[in-house]
Protein backbone atom coordinates (compact mmCIF):
# COMPACT_ATOMS: atom_id res chain seq x y z
CA UNK A 1 0.00 0.00 0.00
CA UNK A 2 0.93 3.63 -0.81
CA UNK A 3 2.61 5.55 3.39
CA UNK A 4 3.46 9.09 2.95
CA UNK A 5 5.88 9.77 5.64
CA UNK A 6 5.96 13.69 6.73
CA UNK A 7 9.37 14.33 7.92
CA UNK A 8 12.16 12.32 6.38
CA UNK A 9 14.83 13.05 9.27
CA UNK A 10 16.77 9.80 10.80
CA UNK A 11 14.25 8.02 11.82
CA UNK A 12 11.33 8.75 8.83
CA UNK A 13 13.51 7.57 6.30
CA UNK A 14 14.13 4.61 8.05
CA UNK A 15 10.91 3.64 8.57
CA UNK A 16 10.52 4.17 4.50
CA UNK A 17 13.34 1.75 4.19
CA UNK A 18 11.11 -1.06 6.66
CA UNK A 19 8.19 0.25 4.32
CA UNK A 20 9.94 -1.39 1.28
CA UNK A 21 11.14 -4.21 2.54
CA UNK A 22 7.43 -4.84 3.45
CA UNK A 23 6.50 -4.24 -0.27
CA UNK A 24 5.01 -1.22 0.28
CA UNK A 25 5.60 2.07 -1.20
CA UNK A 26 6.19 4.99 0.67
CA UNK A 27 6.67 8.81 -0.28
CA UNK A 28 8.39 11.07 2.18
CA UNK A 29 7.61 14.93 2.39
CA UNK A 30 9.77 17.24 4.36
CA UNK A 31 10.40 20.75 4.59
CA UNK A 32 14.46 20.74 4.25
CA UNK A 33 14.83 20.77 0.49
CA UNK A 34 18.87 19.43 1.17
CA UNK A 35 16.99 16.48 2.64
CA UNK A 36 14.39 15.50 -0.09
CA UNK A 37 17.57 16.14 -2.52
CA UNK A 38 20.10 13.76 -0.65
CA UNK A 39 16.58 10.63 -0.49
CA UNK A 40 15.86 11.33 -3.83
CA UNK A 41 19.97 10.27 -4.97
CA UNK A 42 19.02 7.12 -2.58
CA UNK A 43 21.55 8.05 0.52
CA UNK A 44 19.53 8.37 3.83
CA UNK A 45 20.01 11.79 5.58
CA UNK A 46 21.88 10.91 7.92
CA UNK A 47 23.42 7.61 7.91
CA UNK A 48 26.36 6.87 5.17
CA UNK A 49 24.89 3.93 3.30
CA UNK A 50 22.54 4.05 0.32
CA UNK A 51 18.22 3.26 0.71
CA UNK A 52 16.64 1.43 -1.54
CA UNK A 53 15.88 3.47 -5.18
CA UNK A 54 11.90 3.03 -5.05
CA UNK A 55 12.09 6.11 -1.61
CA UNK A 56 10.82 9.25 -2.87
CA UNK A 57 11.02 12.64 -1.38
CA UNK A 58 9.01 16.13 -2.22
CA UNK A 59 8.12 19.27 -0.76
CA UNK A 60 4.95 19.32 -2.07
CA UNK A 61 1.98 18.78 0.43
CA UNK A 62 -0.79 18.62 -2.28
CA UNK A 63 1.28 15.58 -3.74
CA UNK A 64 1.94 14.04 -0.50
CA UNK A 65 -1.64 14.11 0.96
CA UNK A 66 -3.08 12.56 -2.52
CA UNK A 67 -0.13 9.76 -2.76
CA UNK A 68 -1.65 7.98 0.66
CA UNK A 69 -4.29 7.73 3.04
CA UNK A 70 -2.13 6.83 5.44
CA UNK A 71 -0.02 9.08 7.43
CA UNK A 72 3.52 8.91 9.64
CA UNK A 73 4.06 11.64 11.72
CA UNK A 74 8.16 11.45 11.49
CA UNK A 75 9.38 14.83 12.90
CA UNK A 76 10.24 16.53 15.78
CA UNK A 77 7.35 16.56 18.70
CA UNK A 78 7.66 20.41 18.33
CA UNK A 79 7.16 20.83 14.91
CA UNK A 80 3.95 18.49 15.18
CA UNK A 81 1.02 21.43 15.82
CA UNK A 82 2.40 23.12 12.63
CA UNK A 83 2.87 20.54 10.66
CA UNK A 84 -0.43 19.29 11.03
CA UNK A 85 -2.18 22.86 10.79
CA UNK A 86 -0.40 22.77 7.69
CA UNK A 87 -1.81 19.53 6.62
CA UNK A 88 -5.16 20.71 7.47
CA UNK A 89 -6.77 22.90 4.81
CA UNK A 90 -4.70 20.42 2.14
CA UNK A 91 -7.07 17.20 3.40
CA UNK A 92 -9.83 15.71 1.35
CA UNK A 93 -10.12 12.84 2.38
CA UNK A 94 -10.44 10.95 6.20
CA UNK A 95 -6.46 9.75 6.73
CA UNK A 96 -5.14 7.48 9.39
CA UNK A 97 -2.33 9.12 11.78
CA UNK A 98 0.53 6.91 12.66
CA UNK A 99 2.86 8.87 14.83
CA UNK A 100 5.92 8.29 15.95
CA UNK A 101 7.22 11.57 17.21
CA UNK A 102 7.80 11.04 21.23
CA UNK A 103 7.69 14.16 22.99
CA UNK A 104 4.92 16.34 25.11
CA UNK A 105 3.61 20.27 24.27
CA UNK A 106 5.52 21.87 27.11
CA UNK A 107 2.86 24.96 27.24
CA UNK A 108 -0.14 22.51 27.16
CA UNK A 109 1.57 19.67 28.68
CA UNK A 110 -0.82 17.97 25.69
CA UNK A 111 0.27 14.18 24.24
CA UNK A 112 0.49 14.14 20.06
CA UNK A 113 -3.20 12.38 20.10
CA UNK A 114 -4.56 15.19 22.15
CA UNK A 115 -2.63 17.74 19.82
CA UNK A 116 -3.96 15.33 16.36
CA UNK A 117 -7.41 15.26 17.69
CA UNK A 118 -7.38 19.27 18.46
CA UNK A 119 -6.07 19.99 14.92
CA UNK A 120 -7.41 17.68 12.57
CA UNK A 121 -11.53 17.79 12.45
CA UNK A 122 -13.20 14.39 13.25
CA UNK A 123 -14.58 13.93 9.55
CA UNK A 124 -10.64 13.94 8.34
CA UNK A 125 -9.31 11.33 11.06
CA UNK A 126 -10.48 7.97 10.42
CA UNK A 127 -7.74 6.56 13.11
CA UNK A 128 -4.76 7.80 14.95
CA UNK A 129 -1.92 4.77 16.09
CA UNK A 130 1.26 5.89 18.33
CA UNK A 131 4.48 3.29 16.70
CA UNK A 132 6.89 3.28 19.63
CA UNK A 133 9.69 1.24 21.38
CA UNK A 134 12.92 1.08 21.86
CA UNK A 135 14.96 1.82 18.29
CA UNK A 136 18.06 3.68 16.96
CA UNK A 137 17.63 4.03 14.09
CA UNK A 138 21.21 3.68 13.38
CA UNK A 139 20.45 0.15 14.20
CA UNK A 140 16.68 -0.27 12.49
CA UNK A 141 18.81 1.06 8.92
CA UNK A 142 21.44 -1.85 9.60
CA UNK A 143 18.10 -4.33 9.71
CA UNK A 144 19.15 -5.36 13.24
CA UNK A 145 16.49 -6.92 15.77
CA UNK A 146 14.15 -4.11 17.08
CA UNK A 147 10.44 -4.46 18.65
CA UNK A 148 8.25 -1.80 18.37
CA UNK A 149 4.64 -1.37 19.75
CA UNK A 150 1.57 -0.24 17.85
CA UNK A 151 -1.32 1.46 20.25
CA UNK A 152 -4.56 2.66 19.22
CA UNK A 153 -8.17 2.73 21.07
CA UNK A 154 -9.27 0.93 17.44
CA UNK A 155 -7.60 -2.57 18.39
CA UNK A 156 -8.41 -3.32 14.85
CA UNK A 157 -6.12 -0.10 13.47
CA UNK A 158 -3.36 -1.20 15.35
CA UNK A 159 -3.07 -4.81 14.30
CA UNK A 160 -3.50 -3.37 10.68
CA UNK A 161 0.15 -0.89 11.05
CA UNK A 162 1.26 -4.36 13.16
CA UNK A 163 0.87 -5.85 9.91
CA UNK A 164 2.30 -3.23 7.75
CA UNK A 165 5.40 -2.49 9.98
CA UNK A 166 6.04 -6.05 10.95
CA UNK A 167 8.89 -7.92 9.37
CA UNK A 168 9.83 -11.29 10.11
CA UNK A 169 13.17 -11.02 9.52
CA UNK A 170 14.49 -7.94 11.74
CA UNK A 171 11.44 -5.73 12.98
CA UNK A 172 8.81 -7.66 15.46
CA UNK A 173 5.58 -5.60 16.61
CA UNK A 174 3.10 -6.34 19.26
CA UNK A 175 -0.06 -4.14 19.99
CA UNK A 176 -2.21 -2.18 22.55
CA UNK A 177 -4.69 -0.11 23.18
CA UNK A 178 -3.01 1.77 25.76
CA UNK A 179 -1.84 5.17 23.70
CA UNK A 180 -1.93 7.37 26.48
CA UNK A 181 0.73 4.56 28.83
CA UNK A 182 2.73 4.26 25.15
CA UNK A 183 2.92 7.64 24.62
CA UNK A 184 4.24 9.19 27.77
CA UNK A 185 6.38 6.24 28.17
CA UNK A 186 8.15 7.26 24.82
CA UNK A 187 8.35 10.64 25.93
CA UNK A 188 9.49 10.59 29.57
CA UNK A 189 12.32 8.16 28.83
CA UNK A 190 13.85 10.63 26.83
CA UNK A 191 13.89 13.38 29.79
CA UNK A 192 15.74 10.30 31.83
CA UNK A 193 18.47 10.05 29.56
CA UNK A 194 19.43 13.40 29.59
CA UNK A 195 19.68 12.97 33.32
CA UNK A 196 21.31 9.70 32.96
CA UNK A 197 23.21 11.35 30.58
CA UNK A 198 24.26 13.90 33.33
CA UNK A 199 25.26 11.05 35.76
CA UNK A 200 27.72 9.79 33.24
CA UNK A 201 29.37 13.31 32.44
CA UNK A 202 29.60 14.53 36.11
CA UNK A 203 31.09 11.04 36.43
CA UNK A 204 29.32 9.61 39.41
CA UNK A 205 29.91 6.09 38.51
CA UNK A 206 27.43 3.00 37.16
CA UNK A 207 25.95 2.83 40.53
CA UNK A 208 24.62 6.23 40.09
CA UNK A 209 23.00 5.73 37.13
CA UNK A 210 21.14 2.49 37.56
CA UNK A 211 19.37 4.35 40.38
CA UNK A 212 18.57 7.44 38.12
CA UNK A 213 17.63 4.57 35.54
CA UNK A 214 15.69 3.06 38.35
CA UNK A 215 13.75 5.94 39.95
CA UNK A 216 13.36 7.21 36.13
CA UNK A 217 11.10 4.54 35.76
CA UNK A 218 9.09 5.42 39.30
CA UNK A 219 8.57 8.62 37.37
CA UNK A 220 7.27 7.06 34.30
CA UNK A 221 5.03 5.13 36.41
CA UNK A 222 3.72 8.15 38.36
CA UNK A 223 3.12 10.06 35.17
CA UNK A 224 1.42 7.23 33.79
CA UNK A 225 -0.47 6.51 36.26
CA UNK A 226 -1.81 10.21 36.86
CA UNK A 227 -2.71 10.61 33.04
CA UNK A 228 -4.92 8.11 32.86
CA UNK A 229 -2.75 5.40 31.01
CA UNK A 230 -2.00 1.71 32.56
CA UNK A 231 0.98 1.25 34.84
CA UNK A 232 1.82 -2.02 33.25
CA UNK A 233 2.65 -0.21 30.15
CA UNK A 234 5.28 1.55 31.76
CA UNK A 235 7.23 -1.75 32.46
CA UNK A 236 6.98 -2.83 28.99
CA UNK A 237 8.57 -1.85 25.53
CA UNK A 238 7.52 1.49 25.16
CA UNK A 239 8.13 2.37 28.87
CA UNK A 240 11.49 0.49 30.29
CA UNK A 241 12.40 -0.94 27.09
CA UNK A 242 12.76 2.45 25.39
CA UNK A 243 14.17 3.57 28.69
CA UNK A 244 16.94 1.19 28.84
CA UNK A 245 18.00 1.62 25.17
CA UNK A 246 18.14 5.54 25.37
CA UNK A 247 19.62 6.34 28.93
CA UNK A 248 22.69 4.39 28.61
CA UNK A 249 23.51 4.40 24.80
CA UNK A 250 25.89 6.95 22.77
CA UNK A 251 23.59 6.52 20.09
CA UNK A 252 20.93 8.72 22.12
CA UNK A 253 21.09 12.35 21.28
CA UNK A 254 19.39 12.69 24.66
CA UNK A 255 21.64 11.27 26.50
CA UNK A 256 24.86 12.57 24.69
CA UNK A 257 23.07 16.15 25.70
CA UNK A 258 23.27 15.08 29.10
CA UNK A 259 26.41 14.08 29.17
CA UNK A 260 27.44 17.86 28.32
CA UNK A 261 25.17 18.87 30.65
CA UNK A 262 27.30 16.96 32.91
CA UNK A 263 30.61 18.51 31.82
CA UNK A 264 29.43 22.01 31.99
CA UNK A 265 27.89 22.83 28.83
CA UNK A 266 24.32 24.96 28.34
CA UNK A 267 21.58 23.98 26.71
CA UNK A 268 22.30 26.65 24.04
CA UNK A 269 25.54 25.61 23.63
CA UNK A 270 24.46 22.41 23.51
CA UNK A 271 21.66 23.29 20.61
CA UNK A 272 24.64 25.05 18.23
CA UNK A 273 26.18 21.73 18.49
CA UNK A 274 23.45 19.34 17.66
CA UNK A 275 21.54 19.91 14.58
CA UNK A 276 19.23 17.24 15.52
CA UNK A 277 16.26 16.45 17.57
CA UNK A 278 16.69 16.84 21.71
CA UNK A 279 13.20 15.69 22.68
CA UNK A 280 14.08 15.09 26.25
CA UNK A 281 15.07 18.83 27.21
CA UNK A 282 11.83 20.01 25.99
CA UNK A 283 9.97 17.04 28.20
CA UNK A 284 11.47 17.71 31.14
CA UNK A 285 10.11 21.60 31.17
CA UNK A 286 7.18 19.46 30.15
CA UNK A 287 7.13 17.21 32.88
CA UNK A 288 7.88 20.45 35.19
CA UNK A 289 4.40 21.91 34.34
CA UNK A 290 2.31 18.89 34.31
CA UNK A 291 3.67 17.97 37.58
CA UNK A 292 2.89 20.97 39.03
CA UNK A 293 -0.96 20.93 37.80
CA UNK A 294 -1.55 17.19 38.70
CA UNK A 295 0.41 17.37 42.07
CA UNK A 296 2.91 14.34 41.07
CA UNK A 297 6.19 13.78 42.72
CA UNK A 298 9.25 13.54 40.07
CA UNK A 299 12.30 14.57 42.03
CA UNK A 300 14.77 13.54 38.99
CA UNK A 301 12.67 15.35 36.63
CA UNK A 302 12.41 18.86 39.36
CA UNK A 303 16.43 18.12 39.77
CA UNK A 304 16.97 18.47 36.11
CA UNK A 305 14.68 21.42 35.39
CA UNK A 306 16.68 23.44 37.80
CA UNK A 307 20.12 22.48 36.43
CA UNK A 308 18.17 23.27 32.32
CA UNK A 309 16.60 26.97 34.18
CA UNK A 310 20.59 27.92 35.48
CA UNK A 311 18.97 27.90 39.36
CA UNK A 312 21.48 24.38 40.81
CA UNK A 313 24.59 23.51 39.11
CA UNK A 314 24.49 19.64 38.48
CA UNK A 315 26.33 18.74 41.42
CA UNK A 316 23.89 20.94 43.46
CA UNK A 317 21.10 18.84 42.17
CA UNK A 318 23.07 15.79 42.96
CA UNK A 319 23.33 16.95 46.29
CA UNK A 320 20.09 18.27 46.88
CA UNK A 321 18.60 14.36 45.81
CA UNK A 322 20.80 12.64 47.80
CA UNK A 323 19.55 14.31 51.35
CA UNK A 324 15.95 14.61 50.75
CA UNK A 325 14.06 12.70 53.38
CA UNK A 326 14.35 8.91 53.60
CA UNK A 327 11.71 6.59 52.42
CA UNK A 328 10.45 2.91 51.64
CA UNK A 329 11.08 1.25 48.34
CA UNK A 330 7.40 -0.42 48.45
CA UNK A 331 5.50 0.42 45.42
N1 LIG B 1 16.13 8.80 15.48
C1 LIG B 1 15.62 7.72 16.08
O1 LIG B 1 16.33 6.73 16.32
C2 LIG B 1 14.18 7.70 16.51
C3 LIG B 1 13.59 6.48 16.82
C4 LIG B 1 12.26 6.45 17.24
C5 LIG B 1 11.54 7.64 17.30
N2 LIG B 1 12.14 8.81 17.01
C6 LIG B 1 11.33 10.04 17.11
O2 LIG B 1 10.98 10.44 15.79
C7 LIG B 1 10.91 11.88 15.73
C8 LIG B 1 11.81 12.34 14.60
O3 LIG B 1 13.13 11.97 14.97
P1 LIG B 1 14.33 11.99 13.95
O4 LIG B 1 15.46 11.36 14.67
O5 LIG B 1 13.94 11.44 12.63
O6 LIG B 1 14.57 13.58 13.84
P2 LIG B 1 15.43 14.34 12.76
O7 LIG B 1 15.75 15.65 13.37
O8 LIG B 1 16.51 13.46 12.25
O9 LIG B 1 14.41 14.54 11.51
C9 LIG B 1 13.23 15.28 11.59
C10 LIG B 1 12.80 15.65 10.17
O10 LIG B 1 11.54 16.32 10.24
C11 LIG B 1 11.56 17.37 9.29
N3 LIG B 1 10.55 18.35 9.64
C12 LIG B 1 10.57 19.26 10.64
N4 LIG B 1 9.42 19.97 10.65
C13 LIG B 1 8.66 19.47 9.64
C14 LIG B 1 7.38 19.80 9.14
N5 LIG B 1 6.64 20.76 9.67
N6 LIG B 1 6.90 19.09 8.09
C15 LIG B 1 7.66 18.11 7.52
N7 LIG B 1 8.88 17.76 7.95
C16 LIG B 1 9.38 18.44 9.00
C17 LIG B 1 12.99 17.91 9.35
O11 LIG B 1 13.31 18.67 8.21
C18 LIG B 1 13.78 16.60 9.47
O12 LIG B 1 14.13 16.09 8.21
C19 LIG B 1 11.34 12.40 17.10
O13 LIG B 1 10.20 12.69 17.86
C20 LIG B 1 12.08 11.23 17.72
O14 LIG B 1 11.97 11.20 19.13
C21 LIG B 1 13.44 8.87 16.57
Given at each position: MNITIIGGGAWGTTLAQVLTDNGHQPLIYDINQTTIDIINTHRHPFYDCQIPTNIKATNHLDEALAFADWLVLSMPSKAVRDALSAIKPHLFRPVVIINVAKG???????RISEITKEVIPPEFLKGYVVLTGPSHAEEVILRRPTLLVSASEDEALAKQVRQVF?????LRIYTSTDVIGCELGGAVKNAIAVISGACTGLNLGENARAAVITRGIVEIVRVVEAM????ETAFGLTGIGDLIVTAS???SRNFRAGKKIGQGMTVAQIYAEE????EGIRTIEAMHHLAAQKGIELPLIEAAYGILQGRVSASEATSHLLKRTLKSEDF
Amino acid sequence: MNITIIGGGAWGTTLAQVLTDNGHQPLIYDINQTTIDIINTHRHPFYDCQIPTNIKATNHLDEALAFADWLVLSMPSKAVRDALSAIKPHLFRPVVIINVAKGIEPDTSKRISEITKEVIPPEFLKGYVVLTGPSHAEEVILRRPTLLVSASEDEALAKQVRQVFNNEDYLRIYTSTDVIGCELGGAVKNAIAVISGACTGLNLGENARAAVITRGIVEIVRVVEAMGGRKETAFGLTGIGDLIVTASSEHSRNFRAGKKIGQGMTVAQIYAEEKQTIEGIRTIEAMHHLAAQKGIELPLIEAAYGILQGRVSASEATSHLLKRTLKSEDF
